[in-house]
Nanobody, 125 residues
Framework: VQLQACGGGSVQDGGSLRLSCAYS????????MGWFRRAPGKEREFVAA????????YYSDSVKGRFTISRDGAKNTVYLEMNSLKPEDTAVYYC???????????????????WGQGTQVTVSS
């Protein structure tokens, strides 16, 4: 399994960006794709996740209502649409994947064995 994330950049406060994560490998209905981020001096934190069957989507409270996660099965790609960006959203964003992650652990980085390389998002005030 390989994950390739892209789409980061620099925007002003209130701006928008869309991140993409291309997944190479076989997907299953139980596959989970997640987005995490790490800000300077902070731990990696959960942002959003989606089950490949599309039945369940999860968001952190800090991005709910501003970010949207989606997937394109034909392209094996997961997207993170980020709107109303704030300076505190500045971080390196990582996509992650694994199979059969329970709802209890889906927000924890340790639940994922496959990680992309990260893409920088910078929001200036």
């Amino acid at each position: 399994v390989q994950l390739q994330a892209c789409g980061g950049g620099s925007v002003q406060d209130g701006g928008s960006l869309r991140l993409s994560c291309a997944y190479s490998g076989r997907t299953f209905s139980s596959t989970v794709m997640g987005w995490f981020r790490r800000a300077p001096g902070k731990e990696r934190e959960f942002v959003a996740a989606i089950r490949w069957n599309g039945n369940s989507i999860y968001y952190s409270d800090s991005v709910k209502g501003r970010f949207t996660i989606s997937r394109d099965g034909a392209k094996n790609t997961v997207y993170l649409e980020m709107n109303s960006l704030k300076p505190e959203d500045t971080a390196v964003y990582y996509c992650a994947a694994d199979n059969a992650i329970s709802g209890h652990t889906i927000r924890f980085p340790r639940a994922y064995n496959y990680w992309g390389q990260g893409t920088q998002v910078t929001v200036s005030s």
